[in-house]
């Protein structure tokens, strides 16, 4: 099971930048406007970024174990398989396909045209053709190579990091007629408290989305037992306490009713912070962010089609393993990923991709967390670089935390729900039928 050209290298510091860079995305900036449209108070927003933060580190410490026990090419996909067998590693990376990635590029593609309207003041006729031309650009940039894409990648993070370090510096300082209490934490007017909670923390979860790759790295760390670990729980902590003080600044700078569904509500702080220019400023390093997170997405999803074609998984595997001749670019993958997202653009909003994404992934997070108790009473003598700390329960609480967010999204968004597991189990009949094609071929030959 382990792979011994990989070098280990890479320390505690790496891994917690790492840690933070994947992790931190364009989610903090916009899902405040549904986390306090569902909480419809102070007390209860940063409660649900807190809790949303905490079970995230919990669900990292448990992925953990089963990357470095498995530190294979494909990441969750090839634990899901090994695990359970062929056709629920095909449903994952068939849901990252056909869901994940497109609905991600969908999502933050609408959320940028919407800044984009509201820095330069626009006609919401503009909506849709700049969400388009945003998610086209980034995916021709990825046409050019990886090395570009990746580059166009570090600059962001830069662009990523800076609205946040000025919003929360200067914002926590900044004199406010806002006041917000912290304790009791309580809901909104005529909303139902275990409603109103449940349905913040959902919203939460889309911020802290990227942890599901943090143990990839095992197999390359210098300590991985120790420094794992350490890393997994000082980055997310960071990053809760990060996502909790930005949402305190943006909920002290408006009041509530100005911040419910309110996407725009990270420019309009920041114009209030810093007056109509400086505002503008940090919303254009806003948009970078979301332009960057989008890269990143189309940069790795192009790849997901590209790879289970590679090892024949999908019809038209030759089709989707076409590259341009010069550098291997996978570029008809990349087609088909920006057409799926394309669509999405056309029939969903960002809270809806961003939960029906959030639900579908869940699904099989809460899979590798099961994963974890299977291989440690099938495989006890599976070498294990890392073990979860404080096990059982911490796989224990992700466990209960994962079937939470499924429940509570089937029973407040049911047509939301059942699209993505009518969309997730098309990949049933399309591995059948895959299989029995490939089998009749070789017959044949």
Known sequence: MSEPHLKREIGLFTALSTVMG??????????????????????????????????TICAGLSAAELAAAIPRTGGAIKYIEYTYGKLPGFLMGWALMLVYYPANIAALSIIFSTQFLNLFHLSLAWHLPIAIICGLSITLINFMGARVGGALQS???????????????????????????????????????????????????????????????????????KDLPRAIVLGLVFITIIYALVNFVFLKSL??????GNQNTASQAAQLIFGPLGGKLVTIGILISVYGAINGYTLTGMRIPFAMASEDALPFSQHLKKNFTTNLRPYFAGLVEFGIALIMMFMGSFDTLTDMLVFVMWIFNVMLFIALFILRRREPELKRPYKVPGYPVIPIIAIIGGLFILIVTILTQFGLAITGLILTGIGIPVYYYHQRHTQASSKTK
């Open 255 to 260: 009041p509530i009713s100005q911040i419910a």
């Open 155 to 225: 600059i962001a993070l830069i662009f990523k990091l800076i609205p946040i370090a000025i919003i929360v510096i200067f914002g926590l300082f900044s004199k406010s007629e806002v006041s917000v209490s912290l304790l009791p934490v309580t809901v909104g007017a005529h909303l139902n408290y275990w409603t109103a909670f449940s349905s913040g923390l959902l919203a939460t979860m889309f911020a802290y989305d990227g942890w599901i790759s943090i143990g990839n790295i095992a197999g390359e760390m210098k300590h991985p037992e």
């Open 22 to 55: 994947t992790v931190i995305g364009g989610g903090v900036f916009f899902k405040v406007a549904s986390v306090v449209e569902v909480t419809g108070s102070a007390s209860m927003t940063l409660a649900a970024w807190v809790l949303g933060g905490l079970l």
